[in-house]
């Protein structure tokens, strides 16, 4: 799985139905490498502690070959790297076969897969639509949340490695599924 591109942003400022929100899933690809902490991603907003952020999700990955889909419902927006708020974006990520509790090597770093996103009003704030939460929710491209277990930095055209399956526990497309 070969990371493709690294995203942060920055705190944002979104009106919605009349209402101020502030957010920050509103990443844009990086050219420089990221440094992935304990808790975030260093110079990455994090707006909503207590639904993003610190020890089981401290970094969120989302695949590459599931903006397609996206793309056929909603062919005026572009999409850019970092579209679902992702700090990591892989070429394939496969949320059916990765495991809770799988450990991976990507460049500096050693992560452990913790949990799929739940999708919430701020991704319909950035595609401009609420529709996209229920859309979401009916597919399994969660995405997948790492726990950081050796802080570091990682690049564009690193490749996250299996160092170990854990077995005989639920694939974050099961969870996922127990989720809804």
């Not at 942060?8 to 919605?16: F, H, N, S």
């Not at 996206?70 to 394939?92: I, Q, S």
Request: proline letters at 3%; glycine letters at 8%.
């Amino acid at each position: 799985m070969k990371l493709l591109s690294t995203n942060i942003g920055k705190r944002k400022t979104a009106t919605w139905k009349n209402k101020t929100v502030e957010t920050g899933i509103y990443k844009h690809p990086t050219n420089t490498p990221i440094f992935l902490g304990k808790e975030d991603v260093v110079n990455d907003a994090v707006v909503d502690r207590m639904h993003h952020g610190g020890i089981d999700q401290a970094v969120y990955g989302y695949s590459y070959k599931h903006y397609d889909y996206f793309k056929n419902l909603y062919p005026d927006l572009v999409f850019e790297f970092g579209m679902f708020g992702e700090n990591l974006t892989f070429d394939d990520l496969n949320e059916e076969e990765i495991t809770v509790g799988s450990t991976y090597k990507i460049g500096e770093c050693i992560l452990e897969v913790t949990k799929p996103r739940q999708p919430c009003s701020k991704l319909g704030i950035k595609f401009d639509t609420q529709k996209i939460v229920k859309q979401f929710w009916n597919t399994t491209f969660s995405g997948i949340y790492f726990k950081v277990l050796k802080t570091g930095f990682v690049k564009v055209g690193d490749e996250l490695e299996l160092i170990q399956k854990q077995k005989n526990t639920s694939t974050i497309a099961e969870v996922y599924e127990t989720k809804k």
